[in-house]
């Protein structure tokens, strides 16, 4: 497929007489995180039993009916995806990314963006899964040719046509991913800003004048992107898992959000909604109208039985593992994001205790669990292998190391830094206290901070207990890639927490003040 169109093509298509209006519905997915089956409420697996019984939502059979809907609205659709169809479930971890690209083919997609966890495993995995699919993905702010597994591979925008039009694309991914992820050295990422700025000139230039972002940097990021380029007519978002909507009370914002010219989408995450934002351009690629509104994908829509029978097939290697009970809990743990990404929560207080009971008679007395490993709720009752890898699907491994105690203040104010941006980073803790202060500038939030009951000593020595992530740098967690005595290679953080929750009977949640945030 050419990237580009040639100036005589673009050209020819704006001579003769002025175009009518032109519609185009963009249907949208982002964060889908390798939910191919059906979610609970809670975001994580839900049983067969639950689904019959309409309480859960997506999975892709349900998506396959709810797109085949929306594009039965209308004459002209793209299906596009704001990143991180990698990583979340076991299918992730057993396939890696051969199952989301058969998945995404059926479905028929147009193009995606590169979110930060298409490099968990390295550019390998992410070629692998490009060379596999049939549509573009793209990544703007990047400069890869010094990879060569991506390298003449990897594009910054494309182009579509629908209905005699040429639609331009252009990916974006946050630029902090080497944080976040594991992109290698060899992958070295720009500003979003002037790289989107960048790709919309070239395309403008060739006389593209509808022009579509997709892009997994935040809702916040997004908007700051609309606000210093031009010539960007939608942004289709992804990262930070926001719900955009005129109807849902939950919602960050209106969908779509305008800034400026520019109308941002975003559709939250798990496949639970699909976006549907239906735009019209005036002749001169001019937004004259944008509406719409995420679909809620309920028990309302049903499962396409084709698909349902292909899932089950490729679940078949996973059943045994993910259907062995090996706990029980009294109470739902709470382990949403929009919870524990900006305070204490229970999922938090379950991970960073199970660190630390596993490795207190090592000398350990603190341990650190950053919040974006934490990646779901367990609802109560039985709980499942399933359940448990849901909210830990990494296979991290504990880390044991030794810091000063002004290391780990240090460690905590990077934790705390981006608190307003529900990042990732927040640390959940076991073992301390600490104060936040989220009206001080970053860097100088963190207080009152106790080890075992005593005041820290910013000179003291400390054992710590984290993941492995997390200790080589991870969500910005520099101070910690220079500790002493550093092993990386504990147990399995999904098999220490399922043993501890196991260890005492049923288990039932709590917080208890270990983290005050003011």
Sequence with gaps: MKRFLTATAALALTSGMAAADYS?????????????????????????????????????????????????RTNNHVLVDGGDQFQGSLFYTHYKGKMAAEMMNMLGYDGMTVGNHEFDDGPEVLAGFM?????????????????????????????????????????????????????????????????????????TAQGI?????????????????????????????????????????????????????????????????????????????????????PILIDAGVAEDETTVARIGELAQPLE????????????????????????????GNLVADAMLARVADQGIEVAIQNSGGLR??????????????AVLPFQNTLSTFQVTGAA???????????????????????????TVDTSAEPGSRISDVTVSGMPLDPEKTYGVVSNNYVRNGGDGYAPFTSAQNAYDYGPDLADVTAEFIAANGAYTPYTDGRITVK
């Design 408 to 434: 780990l203040v240090e460690a905590l104010e990077n934790g705390v830094s981006q608190i307003e941006e529900v990042a990732g980073r927040f640390p959940q803790v076991a073992g301390m206290t600490f």
């Design 209 to 293: 004048n509808k022009i579509i972002v997709l892009s997994h940097s935040g809702y916040g990021v997004d908007q700051m992107v609309a606000e210093n380029t031009t010539g960007v007519d939608v942004i289709v978002g992804g990262h930070t898992n926001t719900l955009l909507s005129n109807t849902d009370e939950k919602a960050e914002g209106a969908y779509p959000t305008m800034v400026k010219d520019t109308a941002i989408v975003q559709a939250y995450a798990y496949g639970k909604y699909l976006g549907e934002l239906n735009v019209t351009f005036d002749d001169e690629g001019k937004i004259k109208e944008a509406s719409g509104d």
């Design 376 to 389: 779901s709720s367990i609802d109560a009752g039985e709980v499942t292998m399933g359940e448990v890898l």
């Design 24 to 72: 185009l519905t963009i249907l949208h997915t982002n964060d889908f995180h390798a939910r191919f089956e059906p979610i609970s409420k809670y975001d994580g697996p839900c049983s067969a039993e639950d689904n019959t019984a309409g309480e859960c939502f997506g999975g892709t059979a349900r998506l396959v009916n709810a797109i085949k809907d929306a594009k039965a």
């Design 131 to 203: 060379e596999a699919i049939d549509f573009p993905i793209l990544m703007s702010n990047a400069d890869v040719s010094a990879e060569p597994l991506l390298a003449d591979k990897l594009a910054k925008s494309a182009v579509i046509e629908r209905g005699g039009e040429k639609i331009g694309l252009i990916g974006l991914t946050t630029e902090d991913t080497h944080e976040l992820s594991s992109p290698g050295d060899n992958v070295v990422f720009t500003d979003s800003v002037a790289a989107v700025q960048g790709e919309v000139d070239l395309l």
């Design 320 to 347: 045994e593992l993910r259907s062995k009970v090996v706990a029980e809990t009294t109470e739902p743990i709470e382990g949403d994001r929009s919870v524990c990404r900006v305070q204490e929560c229970q999922m």
